[in-house]
């Protein structure tokens, strides 16, 4: 079974930076596509970046477009979102994700989350 593990997230300031890291326990099928979801309390989950690991193509939910961004270190298998010029609504629990495709619906595979506060 192909485990996510997380890491990064923390507290930080309005415009302050962080990065989260996913590493998989190994490739297949299943992390074809790695990505990020978020949910604050009292929404709905929403995907944030996902990144195909074969070719490389990324995706973004356009309110982070232009201050996040994903990337991959295949010799590690893991997969990084690079979070800059954060602001207060960005504040949610980030789950990394794996699956087919980048779609919600294709996740197979849910990292344990972690918290991300953004303070004004």
């Known amino acids: 079974q192909v485990q996510l593990v997380e890491s990064g997230g923390g507290s930080v300031q309005a415009g302050g930076s962080l990065r989260l890291s996913c590493a998989a326990s190994?490739?297949?099928?299943?992390?074809?596509?790695m990505g990020w979801f978020r949910q604050a309390p009292g929404k709905k989950r929403e995907g944030v970046a996902g990144?195909?690991?074969?070719?490389?193509?990324?995706y973004y939910v356009d309110s982070v477009k232009g201050r996040f961004t994903i990337s991959e270190d295949k010799a590690k298998k893991t997969v990084y979102l690079q979070m800059n010029s954060l602001k207060p609504e960005d504040t949610a629990m980030y789950y990394c994700?794996?699956?087919?495709?980048?779609?919600?619906?294709?996740?197979?595979?849910w990292g344990q989350g972690t918290l991300v506060t953004v303070s004004s």
């Open positions: 190994e490739y297949t099928a299943s992390t074809n596509c």
């Open positions: 990144i195909y690991t074969e070719g490389g193509s990324s």
């Open positions: 994700a794996a699956g087919v495709h980048c779609r919600e619906d294709d996740v197979e595979l």
